[in-house]
């Protein structure tokens, strides 16, 4: 079956990405310059406000409105307390993460748009949060925050890097969190959740989740991250997971080096257009070619494949018009 995948970028004021199968579209999907989706890029952020009565922060991470900051949503990293205090909060926190490890987590679906679909955001939930990050990280963050209040621990002016969970909408701003998640194709890397891993319930198969479960204990996951394999790493080779695993580690390193030379407000990490998620989620060995027509997305593209799928990289082609004689 000829399959190929058609990136049509050459526009400034829209992108277009086509599956096509035997002559027939498959899937289709469209970008309009200047209405790209904020989920799941990150920001450092500024504390512009801090609103007891709603136990929540409100932050200026350079968007049209500043951004909610519900306190069940921050890290005890950012708590301003005493380092003897933060370390045992911290200890808590892992210790309920020990106790969980071995839980199934949600699954962060094989039509995940971004990493912030995995985050189940029970102040502004709606439609779109209907996969959930793993419960064991909601409930210590909410218990560790139940010894203090959001006044106590947070100050004004305070610099946090943020992600965004949830659009803006009407009058309401983009909705945040501080625990962090980056996608890749077969996993979703949490760089500050302190979890050794997990598997998306919607892997069912006992063989699959058991060899997966040996893959994820071989790679040397740093203590105080979480890593999920999702649905599309099931039948995944552990090459394949490892490489991916690998990208997400240089992508949170690259991250980190950014934060460190930025001020806040700033755009950290964009979660990407259209182009890098078709190539992340729909590229892989049964696609013939992907042929793309704009010099900027082939470049992206070309490059995404190298860093993801190496062996299949020279399927990326630039489409270029023949001159009429």
Not at 12 to 29: C, K, M, Y
Not at 64 to 90: K, M, T, V, W
Not at 99 to 123: C, G, K, R, T, Y
Not at 281 to 295: A, L, N, T, Y
């Amino acid at each position: 079956m000829s399959k190929l995948m058609l990136i049509d970028a050459v526009h400034p004021e829209e992108t277009r990405v086509a599956l096509v199968s035997n002559g027939q579209v498959d899937d289709f999907d469209f970008e309009t310059t200047g209405k790209e989706q904020l989920r799941g890029n990150i920001y450092l952020a500024k504390v512009t406000r801090v609103e007891p009565s709603l136990q929540a922060c409100f932050v200026d991470y350079g968007g049209n409105r500043h951004g909610f900051l519900a306190f069940s949503e921050i890290h005890p990293d950012y708590y301003q307390l005493p380092q003897e205090d933060r370390e045992a909060l911290l200890q808590d926190a892992a210790r309920a993460a020990a106790e969980n490890e071995d839980l199934d987590v949600d699954d962060p679906d094989e039509e995940i748009d971004s990493p912030a679909d995995l985050i189940d955001d029970d102040d502004n939930s709606d439609e779109d949060a209907s996969d959930g990050e793993p419960e064991t990280r909601k409930k210590s963050s909410q218990s560790l925050s139940k010894r203090y209040k959001i006044q106590e621990v947070i100050r004004r002016r305070q610099v946090m890097l943020v992600q965004v969970v949830k659009e803006e909408r009407g009058n309401k701003g983009a909705a945040l969190t501080t625990f962090l998640s980056l996608a890749g194709r077969y996993s979703v890397l949490m760089p500050n959740t302190p979890r050794g891993g997990g598997i998306s319930r919607k892997i069912s198969n006992g063989s699959d989740r058991k060899r997966l479960k040996d893959i994820m204990g071989s790679l040397d996951v740093p203590q105080g991250m979480g890593l999920i394999v999702r649905t599309a790493g099931a039948k995944r080779t552990k090459t394949e997971i490892k490489r991916d695993y690998e990208y997400l580690q240089k992508l949170w390193d690259n991250i980190r080096s950014k934060t460190l030379e930025s001020i806040a407000p700033c755009l950290i990490h964009e979660e990407g257009g259209l182009v890098h998620r078709a190539m992340r989620d729909m590229f892989d060995k049964d696609i013939e070619e992907v042929i793309i027509q704009g010099q900027t997305a082939y470049r992206e593209a070309k490059d995404l494949s190298k860093m993801i799928m190496p062996t299949q990289a020279r399927k990326v082609k630039q489409w270029k018009s023949r001159l009429l004689p």
